[in-house]
């Protein structure tokens, strides 16, 4: 019975939201797009050239933001499940922690990389403090992952929760990064959590 009110109240919500009649009207796959279209013009991570990994890029919201609007990009997207191709990104089916993923990554792009981005959360439980915790732990392996396969100059920019971990992964980012930003893109639900680590320049 709760699990259908829910539901209801998540279809009710989703045919309110501005953010998704606009992806629908342009032609994106999820509200996540905005998120992204405005963490680009307030902290400039993205260009046209960049070399991009999107983790946990599925449904393709991200990746399919970067290959309309900065053509130039040499993009690679992994996530546990398949997707619906997106222009000429090259996709990976798997987990970016594994060793078999990590060697497809680093022969795609020969190099490290411009930009490591990640909107990774996991499914919801109904329990927000574990919630919480596990996307933490997601944006920390994501952290971790971008230290090995930036350039120097290079950024990185993840999901974070407040919660129990938030203040841990703030602290590693600064240990990791010179410049960190904790930011809360407007399309991103007054009542989620939710907001994102923007980390520039490796130390």
Known sequence: MK???????WI???????????????????????????????????KN???????????????QFVIQKYKKCKLLSIDLNEME??????????DFNEKSSKEKIITYFNEKVDLVMSDMAV????????????????????LRFAKDQLKPNG??????????TFNEIVGEAKL???ETN?????????????SFIICKKLR
């Open 3 to 9: 699990k259908n009110k829910i539901s209801k109240e």
């Open 12 to 46: 009710n919500r989703q045919h309110r939201d501005i953010y998704v009649k606009k992806s629908k009207q342009e032609g994106f796959r999820s509200r996540a797009v905005y998120k992204l279209q405005e963490i680009n013009d307030k902290h400039k991570v993205l």
């Open 49 to 63: 050239g960049l070399s991009v990994i999107d983790l946990g890029a599925a449904p393709g919201g991200w990746s």
């Open 85 to 94: 191709a997106i222009g000429n990104s090259y996709q990976i089916i798997g």
């Open 123 to 142: 499914n919801t439980t109904g329990n927000k403090n574990l919630d919480s915790v596990v996307t933490g732990e997601l944006c920390l392996e994501a």
């Open 155 to 164: 950024s990185f920019v993840s999901k974070i929760f407040m919660g129990s």
């Open 176 to 178: 990791t990064f010179k």
């Open 182 to 194: 904790i930011y809360k893109p407007p399309s991103s639900r007054k009542e989620s959590k939710e």
